[in-house]
């Protein structure tokens, strides 16, 4: 499991409920460490145990989780260099979705050795989409639910209103069905090209 | 005036390349693409010569149409006159005989990209869709991040290897250097070719203490020893724990051996204070042998600690409680007598 993975997820927890929180959370899993190294490698039952422990500690769903996580990584300002990334795939919230499936090209882009799921996006007409996410990515781990946050909040950065459900997983991969309604509904936030290495 | 094919060679422009400019025979821009427009927010392109926005930098000046033309199908190299002077990419081309002697001028960014974002605030919509300016801008920011992360994570691996090399060179019951650090540190000091003197320091009685009253009164001791030692030596001077009650000093800048021998004196003394714990007093003292670089034609650290060892062997023979200082003329120096002093 790259250590990215783990690393956001622990922004995510350090982020939206503190510190004490994710050293209790740690402590309990008795790793002996406390903290995610973003450029290391970690076994993937590490991932499974610490989610796991959160689920248990936050008494939230894994799916639901999942979710949370990725809707943080779009949305939370500590992590604004990751929304600036995917911002950069499309000028507006449907170019963003005709590119998705260039997104684990584009990871690897940045950092070689993170192995994304593959990503196909199948339209069905009418702003309906079906966009399936492989399960080979990362050990396996389903990252399905992550997607579904990141589509969320990335459609409201966009200002585009749509509609995301699970359907299930295949022996391959995670079905999410999208509806795009209104690709203009809000105004969505500004994104400027070049804001990038001014801020660091 | 203008006709319908021309409308649509218009907009087939503004898609294809929008930062196009068209020229008339004389040189000036009749047709400007959207992002050109923004490049040149001041005035309106149209209807200026382009030269008088742009100077032709390479392969060569151009003052007029006709030297334009002639570097149709080259890599142009241009800068604005006003404004940002980011360097920019063009290439010219003469248009078919049917419009005139006018000609087209694609440009470009070059390498200063991401200023020129920045500065003309440009957005995704004002490239071409087949342009990989928008992929370049995000490579170099994911690089940069990752690159950020991996400065971040060398910071910390060189924090922790600092930390385990202080580790390894540290005693943990008395925080004074162990021998490995001694073997390192003497070695510098050697190359440094600085006056220093080596001081061997046994503590005497140390062994009945712990027989006595057990280890945990001889650690007690060790440690109070240590810190006794530290408050006698200056700041860069070392000491180093090399065996149970074994020490080593390096006193750095030292070259008078009238002051070493004070100095073991004094420190002498300092250790011969009685210690406390738990409502029991034990007493120790030590014998000292020491020798100066400054004794030696060519210093060697074997031959030194050889020295001191000797001088310290006399020091105990002497009947301990005193320091020796090595005498190079083979003569045996007279201990100073505790209390003579």
Known sequence: MHGLINRAIERFVRDSYGDGLWCDVLARLDLGYDTFEPMMRYDLAVTQRLLEGLGLRLERRRDDLLEDIGTYLVSHPQ????????????????????????????????????????????AHG?????????????DGLRLGHVMMGILRAMADDYGALVVLEHRGTSATHEVIEVQLLDAGFACGRSFDLGAGRQAG | MIDAGRDALCELLDTLCPMHAVLDPTGHVVQAGPTLRKVVPDRDPVGARFLEIFEMARPNMARDMADLRALAGRRLRLWLRAGPRHALKGVLTPLPVGQ?????????????????????????????????????LYLIEAKSAAMEESRRLNLRLEDARISAQEQAFTDTLTGLRNRRALEHLLERQRQAGQAFALMHLDLDHFKEINDLHGHAMGDHVLQV????????????????????????????????????????????????????????????????????????????????MADADAALYAAKAAGRGCPVIHDPAGLRAVPVLRGAG
């Not at chain 2, 390498?111 to 990989?132: C, M, N, W, Y």
């Not at chain 2, 300092?270 to 714990?277: H, M, V, Y």
């Not at chain 2, 738990?278 to 014998?287: L, M, T």
Request: glycine letters at 12%; aromatic letters at 6%.
């Open chain 1, 126 to 138: 009418a702003g309906r989409y079906r966009l399936e996410v492989g399960l080979g990515g990362e």
């Open chain 2, 100 to 136: 005139g002697a006018g000609a087209l001028v694609n440009l470009s960014f070059g390498i200063s990209v991401v200023e020129a974002v920045r500065d003309f605030g440009l957005t995704g919509t004002d490239f071409a869709p087949t342009d990989l300016t928008t992929e370049m």
């Open chain 1, 79 to 122: 992590v604004e260099a990751i929304r600036r990334l995917l911002r950069f795939s499309g000028v507006d919230f449907l170019d963003f979705l005709h590119a998705l499936e260039d997104l684990p090209e584009r990871a690897r882009l940045a950092v070689a050795e993170l192995d994304l799921p593959s990503l196909g996006l199948h």
């Open chain 2, 225 to 304: 020893a240590a810190r006794r030692m530290k408050g006698q030596v200056r700041g860069d001077d070392v000491i180093a724990r090399v065996g149970g009650d074994e020490f080593v000093f390096v006193l750095r800048g030292a070259a008078m051996p009238d002051g070493v021998n004070n100095a073991a004196a004094r420190l002498i003394s300092k250790l011969e204070e009685p210690i406390l714990r738990n409502g029991q007093i034990c007493r120790i003292s030590a014998s000292i042998g020491a020798t100066l670089s400054g004794l030696y034609t060519t210093p060697d650290i074997t031959r030194m």
